[in-house]
């Protein structure tokens, strides 16, 4: 077994759940499930970073079901563009959670009722897999963006390098 070398040679690995707890609003202090050994021809690591496993076809190829997958927690604005897992605080459980690439609207959403000079751009939330279609939030729906993806680390199931 290799030895563990935090945001050197490995990352630590999060339930989404603990992973929006951790990079999310709360900043909350949580444990890792365990470490997971990262390819080392990829980025350097840097203590934002994180693993989590993603399930569900809408990102495929780029994030195949059941992926494995490194995000960076501290995602800086603009988001356009970007691969981001997401939290909606409105859902529960595993639907208050995706993986999508963001888009910003240039149209004001015109289904609010609130004051127009304080509206946000309407959202989209795009699915790489066209099987999959893009949808709308309102800009007066709150939802957080609460890591960057990065890479895939293992394409499905438990990776070689996962320690508990």
């Not at 989590?52 to 076809?57: A, L, P, Y």
Request: proline share 8%; charged share 25%; net charge negative.
């Amino acid at each position: 077994m290799p030895r563990v070398l935090p945001f050197e040679t490995h990352l630590p690995l999060y339930d989404i759940e603990a992973a929006a707890g951790k990079f999310g609003t709360s900043q909350q202090d949580v444990e890792p499930q365990g470490w997971v050994e990262v390819p080392r021809d990829h980025i350097a690591l840097t203590p934002d970073m994180y693993v989590t496993h993603i399930k569900g076809r809408s990102m495929e190829p780029t994030i195949p079901d059941g992926s494995l997958c490194a995000f960076k927690g501290k995602v800086s604005a603009p988001y356009e563009g970007k691969v981001v897992l997401i939290e909606d605080p409105d859902q529960t459980g595993g639907n208050r959670y995706t993986v999508k690439r963001y888009r910003a609207s240039k149209n004001i959403d015109p289904n609010t009722r609130r004051d127009g000079a304080w509206l946000h751009e309407r959202v989209t939330l795009e699915s790489i897999n066209p099987s999959y279609p893009a949808w709308d939030v309102a800009s007066d729906h709150n939802i957080g963006v609460i890591g960057e993806f990065i890479f895939v680390v293992a394409s499905s199931g438990r990776s070689s390098g996962e320690t508990d």
